[in-house]
């Protein structure tokens, strides 16, 4: 069955510095989304992305994130000076449409520490 | 903005039936999703409610109550593996169908 995959699973990094979070979405599917999740606390929608430009973002996805799809295949997230409250597990979807009925399938999550 | 409310904890016995209930405030409504989540996994999607009404789904059910501005999941015949997190999350209208997450609900199933 295909899969959202993400890479690395787990990163840390410094203060002040900038990571990239990869994801593989699902082959055929055309709307790309990022979440991240904070240690014990909820879900949270940080951006979506369709036709190679963004299509929703929320507050939380500020000047200091970027996406990118640099080829057919991958799906970025970039953090250009990581903070201390950066630190959460970000998770990659996708899905073939926009609709509720078109399920979003998650990717494992990439665990993000900034020390 | 949204409220999407939903007991933290609850326990149940394998073999059971568990009813998790949601509550939401939203200024519009574009469908009521539920997700499960197992510790230190992603989400995967259970359901998703548009139209009132229950939707049934092998041993899971979610119904939807607009009116009411209320959800559950149904779950049947509980499995051990069925001890997770399970997330009410709703859409906004106005197009968009992106979730708005609630907290969750975690479950635990004992033998």
């Known amino acids: 069955e295909p899969e959202v995959t993400q890479t690395p699973s787990h990163q840390v990094t410094q203060m002040g510095q900038e990571v990239i979070l990869r994801c593989v979405p699902i082959?055929?599917?055309?709307?790309f989304y990022w979440y991240r999740q904070i240690l014990g606390q909820k879900v949270e929608f940080l951006v979506s992305?369709?036709?190679?430009?963004?299509?929703?973002k929320s507050e939380i996805f500020d000047d200091q994130f970027s996406v990118e799809r640099p080829d057919g295949s991958n799906f970025t997230l970039k953090i250009r000076s990581t903070k201390l409250e950066d630190s959460a597990m970000y998770f990659c979807?996708?899905?073939?449409?926009?609709?509720?009925?078109?399920?979003?399938?998650f990717g494992p999550g990439t665990r993000l520490t900034v020390t | 903005g949204q409220n999407i409310d939903q007991p933290t904890e609850m326990t149940a016995t394998e073999g059971a039936i568990v009813q998790i209930n949601c509550t939401y405030q939203?200024?519009?409504?574009?469908?009521l999703f539920w997700y499960q989540q197992h510790a230190g996994e992603a989400p995967t999607f259970l359901s998703y409610?548009?139209?009132?009404g229950l939707e049934e789904k092998g041993r899971f059910s979610s119904f939807l109550s607009r009116s009411k501005g209320y959800s559950y999941l149904l779950l049947k015949e509980l499995q051990m593996k069925d001890s997770a997190s399970y997330l009410c999350?709703?859409?906004?209208?106005?197009?968009?169908?992106?979730?708005?997450f609630g907290r969750g609900t975690s479950l635990i199933v004992h033998p």
């Open positions: 979807a996708s899905s073939e449409a926009s609709s509720g009925y078109y399920e979003q399938y």
């Open positions: 082959s055929n599917h055309l709307y």
């Open positions: 992305f369709y036709n190679n430009e963004i299509s929703e």
């Open positions: 939203t200024s519009g409504f574009n469908g």
């Open positions: 409610n548009v139209l009132d």
């Open positions: 999350a709703v859409s906004a209208s106005g197009g968009s169908y992106i979730p708005t």
